[in-house]
Every structure is written in C-alpha cells, then in structure tokens.
C-alpha cells in the first residue's frame, strides 16, 4: 500500500561502533553513536518491512518493532550479518566497524609499572559489507547500500567503496561538513549508484542537508526502487 511501501520486505541494518578489546578493561573504538543506523531501522519498520538491527554498543533505545541484535566486536556483527544476510532483502551498512582489533587480547589488565611504551599489534576486521558484497544473490533481489564517512576525497573514495565492495548505493558524508556526521540529528549527503555516464563513472547526486530520519525514509525509498 502507499503507507507502507516496504511491507513484505526483510531490512537488515547495521549501527553504531565496534569495540575491540586490549584487555578485560580496556577497548578501541571511535565516535559513532548510532544514530544514522536506528533512523534508518525505525523508518524501516514504519514504512512496514521486518527489521533486523544489528548494533554495536550505543545509548539509543530499540526502535518500535525492530529486532535488534546486539553486539561487541567486528567479529561478533560479522557473524550476526552473516546469519541475517541470506533472508534480507535490503540491506544497509551504517555502523562503523573498526577496521582493526588487537593480536593476542591480553588475559589480564595490561600494566604501566615499570615501562615507558607498549606496543600493540593489529590486524584486519573482517570487511563485513565487503563480504556481503560478494555473495548477494545476482538476480537483483537483494539490494546493498554502505555507508562512508571521509575527511577528504569524498566522491573518489565512495566510488572506490561502491565498486569494490559491489554495492547498489553509497551514501557519502564529509566529517567536517557542518550538519553532518557523528552526534548529530541531521546529515548532508552524496549518494552514489552505480551506471553513471560510463562504466568507471557512478551516478552522483548531492542532497542538502536533512534530519536523519527523513534521510532514513528517502534511502529506503530508493533502495526499495532499485529492487524494482
Ligand atoms: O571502507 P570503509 O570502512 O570506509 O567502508 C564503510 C562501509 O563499509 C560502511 O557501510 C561500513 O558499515 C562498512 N564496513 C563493514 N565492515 C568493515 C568496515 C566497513 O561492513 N569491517
């Protein structure tokens, strides 16, 4: 119906931060709060799909009619993406995973008697839109869309996202662009699909600045389009 334009669909959303642990007290993180992720899941719900919210550590309440997943790690929403993904129609990628976690978590506090530096070793997170890229169904059926928050280049490198993680929509935003980013409740976006004027080139389209949630519902509302 025109109410609820998404019913019948299956939406899993990914939000909010990672947290990888250096010992039983300490962890790596960064600045999200959730906030893009949850517009987007209560939108979801609202326009009539069945959620699945797969979110990090935040301060936000569940969205009405959401289920949400909650989760620590990189590795811990991998694997609930990974469970959810086959059954989603839409899915959309907006937490910030941390790209790192630490090699060997230490059993026990780590600690400063005695040294001047320590040194911590890292390896990679396991790219979880990457890895949903490169195994959504190829009939069109299920639709991708990921998120990049950057400092600069912002449309190379959302293209760059876009193509090689095989997504069906970036959406883009500038850290330092007033309105957008962590913490706030509105956002400026470019977003970008594929099939621009050639094959290197995506479409791009730069959108002014808008509340989250009325970002969330027009997202929705394309991705649900580009399914057909
Ligand atoms: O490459 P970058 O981290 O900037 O890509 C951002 C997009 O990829 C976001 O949609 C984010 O949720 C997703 N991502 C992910 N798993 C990672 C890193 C990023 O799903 N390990």
Known sequence: TASLPLKGLNVLVTAGPT???????RYLTNHSTGKM????????????????????PVSLEAPAGVDVVRVTTAQDMFEAVSDAFAAADITVMAAAVGDFRVDGVAPEKIKKAGRESITLRLVANPDILAWAGGRKR????????????????????????????????????DLREPGAGFATDTNVVTVLTPGGPD?????IE???????????????????????
């Open 206 to 228: 730069h959108w002014d600045l808008m509340d989250k949630t009325a970002l969330a519902k027009r997202l929705l509302l394309r991705l649900a389009a580009l399914r057909g």
């Open 37 to 56: 992720g949850y517009a987007l899941a209560a939108s979801a719900a609202e326009l009539g799909a069945r959620v699945t919210l797969v979110s990090g």
């Open 19 to 25: 947290q990888e642990p250096l010992d039983p007290v």
């Open 199 to 203: 094959e290197q080139t995506p479409h």
């Open 138 to 173: 190829d009939d069109g059926s299920q639709v991708l869309c990921g998120f990049a928050m950057e400092t600069e280049h912002l449309v190379r490198n959302a293209a760059k996202k876009l193509a090689g993680k095989h997504c069906d929509m970036l959406v883009a935003n």
